[in-house]
């Protein structure tokens, strides 16, 4: 079961790889909990559920950054859980122009074949701040 929860999460973010959202949020059960991390201000932040909200998350982080670099890197499983690490690197649209690096860790939960909840843990000061610096831009 473990193997299959791995390659699960790995379909998912292979479609995020392609772009293909609708390929991702298949992989996601209709109820999915989202978790991301940051300060109220932060509009990546928050508690999402279900696909429309999910498929929201996504709509605005495309608006917001254009990742140079998004790559999973190491897949640990336990039963229902599966922890992924890995590491990206972003320019925000309209900032500095600056690429932005961080490593990340994101955990699935997974339940009759779906990804139930996701939680991700990164360091949001950054994106945070270039953020505030485009906006004070425009």
Known sequence: MSQQNIEL????????GRGDI???LSVLDAGIEWTTPGAADLPTAGQRRGHAEVGEFFRLLNELIEFEQFEPQTFLADGDRVVVLGIERYKVKGGSGQSLTEGWCHVF?????KVAAFEEYIDTAALAAELKAAAARI
């Open 9 to 16: 999460a790995k379909a998912g973010y292979a479609a995020f």
């Open 22 to 24: 609708p390929g991702l």
């Open 109 to 113: 939960t997974i339940r009759d074949g």
